[in-house]
């Protein structure tokens, strides 16, 4: 069960935290993701970190802006999303399988949050 929070209403070169509250999955062989998707666009990687939080991989466009983490206090995976583009406009969705791998397809996720809109505008 994934919950997403944190989405909202932000200017280009602003900030945002998205929050992804994990419960009920076997913690310590899942690799959790975030995703976005754009109207009339497909739903595309964002950044993946393996449930230990040691790993990560990011998409090409937002390395060296987003930064994804593990909560070691609680079972949460935030996003946090710095010098924000007019681009970055989209529904964010986190999602969980369990692998290690970190997985870039959506296709290998089997687990889904109910997504968060991100709006960045002026």
């Known amino acids: 069960h994934l919950v997403e929070s944190g989405g909202g209403l932000v200017q280009p070169g602003g900030s945002l935290r998205l929050s992804c509250a994990v419960s009920g999955l076997p913690e310590i062989h899942y690799s959790v993701g975030w995703f976005r998707q754009a109207p009339g666009n497909e739903r595309e990687f964002v950044a993946a970190?393996?449930?230990?939080?040691?790993?990560?991989n990011y998409a090409e466009s937002v390395k060296g802006r987003f930064t994804i983490s593990r909560d070691a206090a609680e079972p949460t995976v935030n996003l946090q999303m710095r010098r924000l583009k007019i681009e970055d406009t989209a529904v964010y969705y986190c999602?969980?399988?369990?692998?290690?791998?970190?997985?870039?397809?959506?296709?290998?996720?089997?687990?889904w949050g109910q997504g968060t809109q991100v709006t960045v505008s002026s």
């Open positions: 970190i393996n449930w230990a939080g040691i790993t990560t």
């Open positions: 999602a969980a399988v369990n692998a290690i791998g970190m997985p870039r397809d959506a296709r290998n996720y089997d687990t």
